[in-house]
């Protein structure tokens, strides 16, 4: 009939006319203002956009501890997921309820104005256990609780000024609003959400496909692109993947749409508040598979959930939502019929040939530039993955030497770095540390804090040519652990580290004070002297461990070549 109900209508965001907008922006150039977070600015566009509707604001403290400890606002409205915004010590201290502050993207542009009605402390191994199911550090949302995140929160509605920024996939990014508008206009009534952030395979076309069928609703490609999961592929090279494979779907019943969303990885009330966003976002179905959302394993090497919990739960609660559950076991390709079926549908699973590769198999067929089935994926999405995560022995990488003054480090360095450019293929450079100290750091001393900025200069510098398919050497004398640790974390996301203790004794360095400055320290005339009167904090977690004494330096140089080989960092 003509009667239905007005065909996905607007729903509310949270920001003023374009006019009050203006007027607010320069208003608030005189409040307090917060810079937000990359995480913090996901929530933000979400809850101005309606993403996050019914909610108003970053949740005050009566939400927050209904919604951790029964999934509810205040007045029972359910909501799985605390939205609020965590500041530092210091910010909080002058701020008080009844006040209002900005809220500024990174690179300090205004986009909301946060009215405070709530500062608290929360219990955060509380809101990790009822939130995530367990206080452990190897979640990645229950690290960022404790780690990262700051340990007050504001609450309190929100007025939106303007959009976040974003320079990328521009075209490809659709607020609530404007989803709805679309499926309106294409009169789609029926819409199954695909929720992804992983590049997509053939597994998960079939599976897209038979949902739409299932639901006989149009479908919705809807990958995130705000946080996902560390480590994950990111997201520029996903979106090139999506719009690669796009072409292998009926263009007049399947769209895709970007989602700005910070995920959580939280499971089972992942699951429910991915729903509730997919509905904002206008559609009726949401695919919920196998492990859906899932944070991997915890400290005890478990899973940190059934793999079906999240669709018990969301069961539980659709109703109530108002979007209902496409659920999906776990597909598999089914040699003998050449095609991907539920493996809890196979009846026949000791007369077929079941093939299966895992994320991590995936990953080393990369890293090693194995082949990767036509069955398993399409050569689009295999050429873009290749072309992100080329074989370890086209990749970046640093090889970092420590050890005391005078123990060799410079000298085997020269060494690799010459027969590093003998072999040719990847730019290489060395960051010798009295090189380094002549430039990058010349204005450095030789305390603690002057030591670290040192080395984290050298890690920073090192972590971009990593980044950028390089070879960095570095060979300061890096005396402390935890500095080392830092940048071996901070290059580790480009690139391989390699860390070569060049480990000369002290007695030996001395003996032969090639530069004359452990005389000179031993006489008190340079104070502060590695080994003599500063500490050295040996490596126990080094690659490589080399000794100098009765070595040439080309054995050594040898044991370093050898081990980026074994490493496939070089060519055999
Ligand atoms: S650090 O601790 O990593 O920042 O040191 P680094 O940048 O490698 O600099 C070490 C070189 O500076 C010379 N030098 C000293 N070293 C240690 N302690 C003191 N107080 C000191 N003063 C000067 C020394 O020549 C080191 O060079 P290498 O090549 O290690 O011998």
Known sequence: TNMAAPLHAPIPELYVSYDSAQKLKVEAGELPSWDLTARQVCDLELLMNGGFNPLKGFMGQEDYDNVVENMRMADGTLWPMPITLDVSEAFAEGIEPGQDIALRDAEGVILAILSISDKWTPNKAREAEKVYGADDLAHPAVNYLHNVAGPIYLGGAITGIQQPVHYDFRARRDTPNELRAYFRKLGWRKIVAFQTRNPLHRAHQELTFRAAKEAQANLLIHPVVGMTKPGDVDHFTRVRCYEAVLDQYPAATTSMSLLNLAMRMAGPREAVWHGLIRKNHGCTHFIVGRDHAGPGKNSAGEDFYGPYDAQDLFREHQEEMGIEMVDFKHMVYVQERAQYEPADEITDKDDVTILNISGTELRRRLREGLEIPEWFSFPQVVEELRRTSPPRSQQGFTVFFTGLSGSGKSTIAN????????????????????????????????????????????????????????????????????????????????????????????????????KGLYKLAREGKIKEFTGISDPYEEPTNAELVVDTEGMDVDYCAQQVLLKLESMGLIAA
């Not at 990847?426 to 670290?452: A, I, M, W």
């Not at 652990?481 to 071996?488: D, I």
């Open 415 to 514: 060494a690799i770095m010459v027969k590093l450019m003998e072999q040719g293929g990847r730019p290489v450079t060395l960051l010798d540390g009295d090189v380094v100290r002549k430039n990058l750091s010349s204005e450095l001393g030789f305390s603690k804090e002057h030591r670290d900025l040192n080395i984290r200069r050298i890690g920073y510098v090192a972590s971009e040519i990593t980044k950028n398919g390089g070879i960095a050497i570095c060979a300061p004398i890096a005396p402390y652990t935890a500095t080392r640790r830092a940048v071996r974390e901070e290059i580790e996301q480009f690139g391989a580290f390699i860390e070569v203790h060049v480990a000369t004794s002290l007695e030996e360095c001395e003996r032969r004070d090639r």
